[in-house]
């Protein structure tokens, strides 16, 4: 009751998309992937933002993906299946994520472009860390494209749709950010940078594409995989961004941005219920 809804936007998705979930995963993988898109060219206007600017973007990014987690993902998880199989993904999704970032030495990514400096011993210091930054950005937009798809895959249109705003909208400093990063790395030109961070959320669109195909043909799944895609997303958050924000003398700004992403998603969520 009283609630403002935003029912036009969803019915506009299916008009244009269709019902079939697959169809439905492609499209949200490409939104996200345009916005992370326009994130990642905004360094071409935007060539040295401030890391105060970068931190509190990615604090919204942070913040949006953490509510995120549980709107669209956890509880209607544990609507649909219960409460054990929304854990068991949960684990599942850190565990593989942990591994990954055992078997990628950890590299920050998101503002700095730095690489741990014993990531590249034994070869080519420069060009280990060119391929470490692109494995690492790579496995971080992993959980995130998974995220859509599974919603998508699900059937839930209306938390899948808010899921999609959400992490396209994320994506947008994210882009940005990884483009920075790219820069201070040393990788090139600006268009170089640029293209780095547009290849970095390319992945998104087929594991999108995978996740709604396995929920939805495998129904049984679908608590799994919103726990799975959850916890990819808060380790990365846990892991990755709040530390790298909270290490260069902006955590105050950084920590109010993640609060107003949490709001903006709350908003997002309750618009299109």
Known sequence: MGRCRLPHLVDLFLRVVGPDPVWQGLAGGLVITFLNLLGALAILLWRRPTVRALDTALGFAAGVMLAASFTSLILP????GG?????????LGVFVLDRADAWVPHVHVLVTGRVRPDAAAGGSRSMAGVILFIVAITLHNMPEGLAVG?????????EAVALMLA???????????VSVAARNAGMGSLWYAAFTGIRAGLVEVPLAVLGAWAVSWIGPLLPYAMGFAAGGMLYVISDEIIPETHTRGSERSATLGTMAGVLVMLALDVALG
């Open 77 to 80: 998880g544990i609507e649909r």
């Open 167 to 177: 992490i396209g909208i994320q994506n947008v400093p994210e882009g940005l950010a």
């Open 150 to 158: 599974v919603g998508f895959g699900g059937g839930a249109i209306r």
């Open 83 to 91: 409460l054990l199989p929304v854990l068991i993904g949960i684990v």
